[in-house]
């Protein structure tokens, strides 16, 4: 909705949800309640006041000494509160996916398509871009299947799928289904090129980036702009997190550039080719005329953030390319190198599906403002908003 159109329907002028929006009016009761209406939520989930969270006395599972202050789950045990700190390991989930179908033929006419089911088959079928031993793929390239259904399908209907690398989409999917029991967010791992490779093929709904052009100084717009083809995007900013090195707690070998590494002879992680944290690492040694080949450890790629991290946790490797609040969750130390924009990519025909609707409506919740807040690492202050229309 346009301000116009809201202010039509909650009848209170343009200029008073203006007024909101910026902070610089309070709203009546009735107005709030007009509002309140008007979005189809309560008055509480608009406004409520700074600091109003409450607070409960909790116990400490394990020694959290080294964390005075972290992100933990709680759990009501007996009479008592547990908090279990959400550090290291901890902070991240392995765990078995339950499946929603069994790939029971290939090469045959599917019951359910792509053009028939976009949702249930963007979460069923994983399109390859190369063909290999135990892949299932069409002789006329389609890669249509066939699926034995496992869950139901009003369930599958009602998904909506994101790419992307940073954990924080994964806080994101269990936030929103929360709220909106009734809707499945699938999480797909993939950095950023993959992911928007991948929404432009029709496999996801959204794609998070955070990649850099260093010849315009802007983020993710240029890659979008370049991947266009006739289609149009929509850019909203989830937030800014701070990218750089991390290394052992107390940086025992004194790093403070990427020129370091190899000075110091230290050996790096980092991620594929194409991603995020490879393009920062590359560009900084390109700003520092280090040679590519001179860097040790450039061929030990990682999987993900977590990964890096555990490899320098593990002695592996001696400092690794990610961000803040990865180095935060396993105790490590952080040289900042830049701030990235991250951004969701979504296709604006999908704007109107009720699935992705849902999604985007929960970043302005303050609930997972606070999230975000007590994560670290990350500037939230222009979540939610649109940043470039493609």
Sequence with gaps: MSQQE?????????????GLESGQYAPSVTVSLRLAKALGCTVEELFWL???????????????????????????????WIAYPLVGNDAFRIEMIPSDGEMVAVNQQPVISVSDRPALAQCLVERKEHHSQGEAKSQNGTNKVLVRLLNDIDKLQNTV???????????LARATECWHPKLRVYYRFAHSKAALRSLCRGEVHIAGMHLYDPKTGE?????VREAATGKNFVLITLGVWEEGLLVP????????????????????????????????LERKLLEER????????????????????????SG???????TASIAAAFGLGFIPLHQARYDLVILKEYLEQSPVQQFLNILGHRLVRSQLEVLGGYDISKIGEVVANI
């Design 6 to 18: 809201l202010a039509n329907i909650a009848g209170v002028t343009r200029q008073t949800i203006g």
């Design 50 to 80: 700074e600091g109003d969270l409450p607070e409960i006395e909790a116990i400490v599972a394990e020694s959290a000494s080294n964390q005075q202050r972290s992100r933990v789950n709680l759990a009501r045990v007996g009479d008592q």
């Design 161 to 171: 799928v994101i790419a992307g690398c940073t954990p924080v989409l994964s806080l």
């Design 219 to 223: 983020h993710n717009i240029p890659f």
């Design 249 to 280: 707690p107390g940086n025992p070998m004194g790093v403070k550039t990427v020129s370091d590494l190899v000075e110091f002879g230290a050996t790096i992680v980092t991620q594929q080719v194409g991603s995020g944290s490879r393009m920062l």
């Design 290 to 313: 280090v040679p590519f080949q001179t860097v040790k450890g450039l061929d030990h790629i990682a999987h993900n953030h977590q990964d890096v991290a555990l490899s320098v946790v």
């Design 316 to 322: 592996i490797a001696d400092a690794g390319i990610s």
